[in-house]
């Protein structure tokens, strides 16, 4: 940020401000509202603000809140995309030339509040944006835990704000009360704040400032963005309940969330975009005749996915496999005769009643090289680096952070190891009263992950890019398709 002299005695305004309170920050802001915006455009620019609505994935009929929004630069970003913004800000100053900036839409309410104590109801709002806000807030975790506390369950919190940086000069020269964040301190208070999925990353953007007093001169610090979605409460148990009434009734998942009287993990065969379109892959829910015939008949009658991992999964003889939440069993039992005896598969599920089902399938039938263990995908009863494959059939999608899962996934798995599952993703954005209906998660529908946020959530677990053959559409929630996929990824050598 290169400040004109014309504009403003920075230094010495600062001066005068740090020696009549602790926190510059406000009165600092009271002083340069009317150049912010000229100050702010050498500081960084809008692809800032394009990166992290990019990562917000906004519905029309959303109600976000801006924190720390000063003349509305986020905002004036926001107004298009959603129904309502809410702009806050602590500076009447910055207030002031925010309703100038922003005038031209019909949709935006002004507020002078602390970011520490938010005027809004709990669970009222459906995302929360703070831009450059952590550093100049005395309690980065309390503001976290704040805006948490107004989101709606699945509602989301995106952050942006400086890496951690060396450059004091920009306390006494910019009102900064922190000298940025390192990512792994952000994401672990979020992780604290309780939220679920976290992403914390580069948005490839930078801030750029110069010192007046130790002639530092175009000091360039990168810019992260932090995204998390608050939790549904109750989904957990729910899914537990549900598939525990499944595995004792010998019946499969019902519900409408799909649009079509039942559930998506019980679809009809969908056929892949990218085998239409190349004639290259082809998959499809139901498992060939021979599949059908090589495992128990209480196993194959008691299919609860969206597709066939082992299709794609090239299982060979002597590997170890491990099926997050195996239910019944089938796909566990289709691997366990491609790896042969000299391999062995662990299947994991959480749900007693169906671990029960399969155990007894196993016995009954003679499997030696597979076993079903209890456990939950976030956290696997399997020793690190022990795995060659991972495969898991339309259940990501039902549990509660698919982050911690991909690095759970991540850390059993040998170097070179596979990951191969079935699920259900969204094309596009959802409306926040489906995303927040605890019962439509055992039809896994509610807790799909939008296919970019899958991808960089398992990019974030540390494997390689990976990559999705997608479906036909199993129909549309809040006007966005949902599809089933088959994801595949491999950890780095």
Request: hydrophobic share 40%; proline share 4%; aromatic share 6%.
């Amino acid at each position: 940020m290169v400040f004109f002299k014309g504009i403003i005695d920075r230094k010495n305004t600062i001066k005068r401000l740090t020696l009549t309170t602790k926190n510059p920050s406000k009165p600092y802001f009271e002083t340069v509202a009317e150049q912010w915006d000229q100050i702010r455009g050498s500081y960084f620019t809008e692809a800032v603000r394009d990166a992290v609505i990019a990562r917000a994935y906004l519905h029309p009929n959303m109600i976000v809140a801006d924190i720390g929004a000063g003349t509305g630069f986020m905002s004036a970003g926001l107004a298009a995309h959603v129904s309502q913004v809410h702009v806050v800000d602590g500076s009447p100053a910055m207030l002031a030339a925010a309703r100038k900036n922003l005038a031209e839409f019909g949709n935006i309410t002004f507020h002078e509040a602390d970011g520490l104590k938010l005027p809004f109801e709990d669970s009222s709002l459906d995302a929360v944006f703070a831009n450059m806000y952590l550093h100049h807030c005395p309690d980065p975790l309390a503001a976290i835990r704040e805006m948490v506390r107004v989101l709606r369950p699945g509602g989301r919190l995106l952050l942006s704000d400086m890496d951690a940086h060396s450059h004091t000069w920009m306390r006494t020269e910019m009102a900064d009360i922190w000298l940025g964040f390192p990512r792994e301190k952000i994401h672990g208070w979020l992780e604290e704040a309780g939220m679920v999925n976290i992403l914390v990353g580069d948005t490839r953007q930078s801030c750029t400032s110069s010192s007046e007093s130790t002639g530092d001169k175009e000091v360039v610090v990168s810019i992260f963005y932090a995204s998390g979605t608050k939790r549904v409460s109750g989904m957990r148990e729910l899914v537990r309940e549900e598939y525990g009434a499944i595995a004792e009734k010998n019946s499969c998942c019902g519900g409408s969330a799909s649009g079509d009287g039942g559930s998506a993990c019980c679809s009809q065969p969908v056929i892949s975009l990218e085998s239409l379109e190349q004639g290259e892959v082809h998959f499809e829910q139901d498992y060939s005749p021979q599949e059908q015939a090589d495992v128990p008949p209480e196993a194959a009658a008691f299919s609860l996915g969206c597709g066939n991992p082992i299709a794609m999964a090239n299982l060979k003889p002597g590997e170890v496999v491990v099926d997050i939440g195996s239910g019944g069993g089938l796909d566990s039992f289709l691997a366990a005769r491609k790896v042969g005896p000299e391999g062995h598969v662990i299947g994991v599920d959480m749900t007693p009643a169906m671990l029960k089902r399969s155990r007894r399938s196993a016995k009954l039938n003679g499997y030696t090289n597979v076993e079903f263990r209890r456990g939950d995908a976030a956290d696997l009863p399997v020793e690190s680096g022990s795995v060659d494959v991972i495969i898991s059939n339309c259940v990501i999608n039902l549990t509660e952070d698919k982050g911690k899962v991909f690095h759970e996934a991540y850390r059993v798995l040998k170097p070179g190891g596979r990951l191969e599952i079935s699920d259900m993703v969204y094309g596009g954005p959802i409306g926040s009263e489906a995303r927040a209906a605890a019962a439509g998660w055992s039809d896994c529908v509610t807790g799909a992950l939008i296919e970019d946020e899958m991808l960089d959530l398992v990019a974030q677990a540390g494997f390689n890019a990976g990559k999705v053959r997608r479906s036909v559409s199993h129909g549309e929630v809040s006007g966005a398709k949902i599809f089933s996929v088959i994801l595949s990824a491999v950890k780095p050598e």
